[in-house]
């Protein structure tokens, strides 16, 4: 609720990121994404916080000559605002949003991030992208509705109790409004109106509205609060996703290391790497596969020692069957405290897992 700290609140933060890294952090993450934010629809401290603010927090990095910047960007975190960030301290910095994700609605417009990236790193300045190698789909209910918390109708929805909610999804003037947001749609917003992505058993609410003879906004906020829906927004093309896992600017990397673990889960990536880019498509082959999961990623995050098999790096190993490799699908367990739920995934095809020289799975448990 407060945007600006403290003269004493900004020297503290930057001891505890000197602090940080004196102890081994491998550098600072921040957000400035309009999709997150807190219980009652408050905004989560980082987005809010002043350019001033950031740059403090990136400046320890500079002093040490170490450590990489991380960002979930939103809009408001451009390539050329993470690339004078990486000019004033030296070090490397790293986009993370859907902006560069491929999506049918703007299909141009991911690349044009990555190219601008490119630039930057043409003028000695290093702006990689995080690039997910799945498909960005959410499970979700009305009752929780993450995917379009990003849209100023959903404000009202924010704030309610979940009780609340099924009575404001039924009030014309939210609805009125909801479809203002999708005719006028702005930067960062994960859902841009095609009811064909979203989807109840299986099936795009699109043509079930059809079928139904309704629209398909009005059919979509008729449905029980807890009927289980997807969401398959990024991601989704190949042939729009593989031009962006080629680009050098990208690194192969998780989304939200489960932070939205009812929704969805992105465990596994790696593996869903070796079996949809490298067996199923042939987009990479096993070596260059192998590099955009390992070395490259060790290199650009200046990882000492790993990403390699040679002689004096870290032992990490993989063992697995290229003709098997890959990963389950999603399955919902219900183990969580107050019993919540959660997705996981399973590994398949994979024998062993080794860290510095110690077998942690045996490919069994």
Same mark, same amino acid.
């Given at each position: 609720?407060?945007?600006?700290p403290?003269d004493?609140e900004?020297s503290?933060m930057?001891?505890?990121v000197r602090e940080?890294?004196?102890?081994?952090a491998i550098?600072?993450a921040s957000?400035?994404?309009p999709?997150?934010a807190g219980?009652?629809?408050?905004?989560?401290?980082s987005?809010i916080a002043?350019?001033i603010?950031?740059?403090?927090l990136?400046?320890?990095?500079?002093?040490?000559?170490?450590?990489?910047?991380v960002?979930?960007?939103?809009p408001r975190?451009?390539p050329?605002?993470m690339e004078?960030i990486a000019?004033?301290?030296?070090r490397p910095?790293?986009?993370v949003?859907?902006?560069?994700?491929y999506?049918?609605?703007?299909?141009r417009?991911?690349m044009e991030?990555?190219?601008?990236?490119?630039?930057?790193?043409?003028r000695?300045?290093?702006v990689?992208i995080?690039?997910s190698?799945q498909?960005l789909?959410f499970d979700?209910t009305?009752?929780?509705?993450y995917?379009?918390y990003?849209?100023?109708a959903?404000d009202r929805?924010?704030a309610a109790?979940?009780?609340?909610r099924s009575?404001?999804y039924?009030?014309?003037?939210?609805?009125?409004r909801f479809?203002?947001?999708?005719k006028?749609?702005?930067?960062?917003?994960?859902?841009?109106?095609?009811?064909?992505k979203?989807?109840?058993?299986?099936r795009?609410?699109?043509?079930l509205?059809r =079928?139904? %003879?309704?629209?398909? +906004?009005d059919?979509f906020f008729?449905?029980s #609060? !807890?009927v289980?829906l997807i969401?398959k927004?990024?991601?989704?093309?190949?042939?729009?996703v593989?031009?962006?896992l080629?680009h050098e600017?990208?690194?192969?990397a998780l989304s939200d290391?489960?932070?939205h673990l009812?929704y969805f889960c992105d465990?596994?990536?790696?593996?869903?790497?070796?079996q949809?880019?490298?067996? =199923?498509t %042939?987009?990479?082959? +096993?070596?260059?596969g192998v590099?955009?999961? #390992? !070395?490259?990623?060790?290199?650009k995050?200046r990882?000492?020692?790993?990403g390699?098999?040679?002689?004096g790096?870290?032992a990490?190993?993989?063992?697995f069957?290229?003709?098997?490799v890959?990963?389950?699908?999603?399955?919902?367990?219900?183990d969580?405290?107050?019993?919540?739920t959660?997705m996981v995934?399973?590994?398949v095809g994979?024998h062993?897992?080794?860290v510095?020289?110690?077998?942690?799975?045996?490919?069994k448990?």
């Amino acid at each position: 609720t407060r945007a600006a700290p403290t003269d004493a609140e900004l020297s503290r933060m930057q001891a505890l990121v000197r602090e940080a890294m004196d102890a081994g952090a491998i550098g600072f993450a921040s957000s400035f994404s309009p999709n997150h934010a807190g219980w009652g629809g408050k905004p989560m401290p980082s987005t809010i916080a002043t350019d001033i603010e950031l740059r403090s927090l990136v400046k320890p990095m500079g002093e040490k000559s170490k450590g990489i910047f991380v960002m979930a960007t939103g809009p408001r975190a451009t390539p050329e605002y993470m690339e004078a960030i990486a000019a004033e301290n030296g070090r490397p910095a790293f986009m993370v949003t859907v902006l560069t994700m491929y999506n049918d609605a703007e299909p141009r417009k991911a690349m044009e991030y990555y190219e601008r990236c490119a630039a930057a790193r043409g003028r000695g300045h290093e702006v990689y992208i995080h690039t997910s190698c799945q498909p960005l789909s959410f499970d979700f209910t009305l009752q929780e509705p993450y995917l379009l918390y990003s849209h100023d109708a959903f404000d009202r929805v924010k704030a309610a109790q979940p009780e609340q909610r099924s009575r404001i999804y039924a009030d014309p003037g939210f609805r009125s409004r909801f479809r203002e947001n999708l005719k006028h749609p702005k930067q960062g917003i994960l859902f841009y109106g095609d009811w064909s992505k979203i989807e109840k058993d299986g099936r795009a609410i699109s043509d079930l509205a059809r =079928e139904a %003879g309704r629209d398909p +906004l009005d059919y979509f906020f008729d449905l029980s #609060t !807890g009927v289980q829906l997807i969401g398959k927004l990024f991601q989704n093309d190949d042939a729009g996703v593989a031009p962006l896992l080629r680009h050098e600017q990208g690194v192969v990397a998780l989304s939200d290391a489960g932070a939205h673990l009812i929704y969805f889960c992105d465990a596994g990536f790696g593996l869903h790497f070796l079996q949809h880019w490298v067996r =199923e498509t %042939g987009t990479f082959t +096993l070596e260059e596969g192998v590099r955009k999961l #390992t !070395g490259d990623p060790a290199q650009k995050y200046r990882i000492p020692g790993r990403g390699r098999i040679e002689a004096g790096a870290a032992a990490d190993l993989l063992l697995f069957d290229p003709s098997k490799v890959g990963i389950s699908g999603l399955e919902r367990k219900k183990d969580l405290p107050g019993r919540g739920t959660r997705m996981v995934r399973n590994p398949v095809g994979v024998h062993g897992v080794w860290v510095n020289g110690v077998q942690v799975h045996d490919g069994k448990n």
